[in-house]
């Protein structure tokens, strides 16, 4: 079989995951002209039966498709590939993880992580949506489903464009998160009420994100939007002390009170996890 230049075949292997949009399935690539050795094991992702016929999933995942096209940072998942579009089933390819941070923490069972590891991790996450957010990208569902982890266990950032259908209204959500830790959880109050959100709606789903690994699991919340309001870290040390607060000014209801960057989420995290080693020092 002779492929064109850039071309592979594959064959489905299983299903990773679905959502209410999309879902993600492990392809073996069967032949190749192309990066992707023939053997090798990817990511494909392609918008569900039901989405994929519809105007807004679609024009959504062509969105997300362009986003992961025009950044190019270490811990964003990498566009790999694409089938043409104007096809029955519109998809892209990506490199495959073996878990999610959703995996890590109920590996875990309940038991969270030291704050200042959880600091170290987040200044990661931080600088990457720092740079995404720098190319005009929100990701708009942060959470820990949405957060792969690579073998140095290190974070990726995945589902990138369809944040736009997270709000209270949203025909995708509604089945999905009756159980109280569904996409709403990590929205923050604009979002959920417009479907919209800038930069500080990510630090808003970071904030919470950063609490359930300290915690272990989520941290209980009054209502969609309205953060954290208790201490999480009771160590008594300055540093601790400053996450606490940190992690309420992340997830203030007000946009306009929350942290606006995360260029800044990223430089209070790092000063974190270095005070704690200049400690143990």
């Known amino acids: 079989m002779i492929l064109q230049p850039g071309v592979f075949h594959f064959s489905i292997q299983r299903t990773i995951g679905q959502g209410g949009l999309g879902i993600v399935r492990e392809i073996l690539v069967t032949a190749s002209a192309c990066e992707h050795p023939t053997g090798a094991r990817l990511a494909l992702k392609e918008l569900n039966e039901r989405w994929r016929h519809e105007p807004a999933g679609v024009a959504r995942f062509e969105r997300e498709i362009v986003a992961i096209k025009n950044m190019s940072h270490p811990r964003i998942i990498a566009h790999a590939g694409e089938n043409l579009p104007g096809g029955s089933s519109r998809f892209y390819v990506m490199q495959l993880y073996k878990k999610s941070l959703r995996d890590v923490l109920q590996e875990r069972r309940g038991a969270g992580f030291p704050w200042p590891v959880v600091a170290g991790f987040g200044a990661v996450i931080a600088d990457a949506m720092s740079y995404a957010h720098g190319r005009g990208f929100i990701h708009r569902d942060l959470k820990p489903e949405n957060i792969l982890i690579d073998d140095q266990r290190l974070p990726v950032i995945a589902d990138w464009g369809l944040g736009y259908f997270v709000h209270k209204a949203s025909k995708v959500l509604m089945p999905l998160t009756r159980a109280g830790l569904g996409t709403e959880y990590y929205c923050s109050m604009e979002q959920w009420n417009s479907g919209k959100c800038g930069p500080s709606g990510d630090v808003y789903s970071l904030g919470l994100v950063l609490a359930e690994l300290i915690n272990g699991a989520a941290v209980p919340i009054r209502g969609v939007g309205l953060g954290v309001e208790h201490d999480l870290i009771n160590d008594g040390s300055p540093g601790g002390s400053h996450f606490n607060s940190l992690l309420r000014q992340m997830t ?8 606006q960057t995360m260029h800044e989420v990223a430089a209070h ?9 200049a400690s143990a020092a």
Do not use: G, N
Not at 252 to 259: A, I, N, T, Y
Not at 269 to 277: D, G, P
């Open 269 to 277: 995290l790092r000063w974190l996890a270095s005070v704690q080693t």
């Open 252 to 259: 203030e209801m007000l946009p306009s009170r929350r942290l």
